[in-house]
């Protein structure tokens, strides 16, 4: 047994050298089988389960290894991460105040419907002030994810091809999110900068002191950490309470200081089906961000570069369908 679970890290690192050289060769095997050729050290397993199912949105055992591969030369392993200091709504602020300098930012009009005639689209209609109103458009771009553009546009809109591509390729990523207040840092407790990923434990994977980057995130003499955990399939439904009773065992079990600091302010749990997943593809899947209807393109995580995870997916597929945009429309002075 002893020898069974020995790990020969120089082996392990050649290999991974070669792997990622012959990535276009592999094929559709499973990062967990391509690794079980060279070890079956459990912790070196769960070491690259808990990675992978962190950052690629998918197991070791649910992500092709080439992709993994490709992750890594894509995006260098993702060893740079960054946090709002102030969150999130703050950017996207920013963001609108820069847009109203040449336009209008809507909010709380959701899209009902995205019109097509043609085989092209032609705009969108939205819910504005208990109203449906139509917006014509050269172009349309979804940032709501492959399968409900689909569902906003219409079924009928798209050949069999894209269908069965989507049925295949749309692989969301369930997760339950814990965000834990404290009376002091509960890791690291002495309240540095970290980023700490766990491998063994029963859901959770991840955990990022807030507050220890950024005071923002909590009132003064408060902190705040995030929590993030998932199921053990990511190809399933998940049973909710199951998942947030094992998110708190391993709080409980992972940070001495919990029980007498800390308190759960809420866990958000994201299924396989609902709107807004953690990650709406893991690495190696997704959509192109171009659709068989003219003019109509998606962004975000579901349709990101080969190899792209997370925000940076969003991003190169933002930048793919802007250069396409650029090169394909002339814009019509009204």
């Known amino acids: 047994e002893g020898t069974a679970r020995t790990f020969n890290s120089e082996k392990v690192t050649n290999a991974f050298r070669e792997g990622i050289k012959e990535r276009d060769k592999i094929g559709s095997m499973t990062l ?50 960054s946090i ?14 820069a847009i109203k300098t040449n336009g209008d930012v809507w909010t709380n009009c959701p899209a009902k419907r995205i019109v097509v005639e043609g085989g092209t689209v032609k705009g969108v209609v939205v819910e504005k002030d208990g109203s449906e109103l139509e917006i014509t458009s050269q172009v349309v771009i979804s940032n709501a994810g492959p399968k409900q553009t689909v569902g906003l546009t219409g079924q009928e809109n798209f050949d069999e091809e894209y269908l069965k591509m ?8 369930p997760v339950t999110m814990c965000f834990v207040a404290s009376d002091r840092p509960i890791w690291p407790d002495d309240g540095s900068p970290a980023y700490l990923m766990i491998v063994g434990a ?13 005071p923002h995130f909590a009132p003064p003499g408060q902190y705040l950490t995030f929590a993030f955990g998932g199921p053990v399939s990511n190809e ?23 029980e007498k600091h800390g308190r759960v302010l809420t866990m958000i749990s994201k299924d396989i089906d609902d709107d807004l997943p953690e990650m709406r593809a893991r690495v ?17 995580d579901g349709c990101g570069p080969y190899g792209y995870s997370g ?21 019509k002075k009204h």
């Open 202 to 214: 029963r859901r959770i994977s991840s955990v990022v002191p807030l507050t220890n980057i950024s």
């Open 311 to 331: 925000s940076n997916c969003a991003t190169g597929s933002a930048k793919r369908a802007a250069e396409a945009i650029r090169n394909s429309i002339k814009p």
């Open 84 to 97: 709002a200091p102030r969150g999130n709504l703050a950017n996207m602020e920013i963001l609108a105040k």
């Open 284 to 300: 190696g899947q997704g959509m192109p961000y171009e659709t068989p209807i003219k003019n109509l393109y998606n962004v975000g």
């Open 32 to 81: 967990k089988d391509w690794l079980l050729q060279y070890t079956d050290n459990e912790m070196a397993l769960g070491m690259f389960d808990t990675i992978t199912n962190t950052i690629c949105a998918g197991h070791s055992y649910e992500l092709q290894a080439a992709a993994f591969f490709s992750f890594l030369v894509e995006m260098k392993g993702f060893r740079d991460v």
């Open 236 to 258: 399933v439904h998940m049973d909710v309470e199951l998942e947030r009773e094992q998110c708190l065992l391993d709080l409980k079990e992972q940070f001495p200081l919990f």
């Open 166 to 173: 989507l049925r295949l390729r749309h692989r969301p990523h």
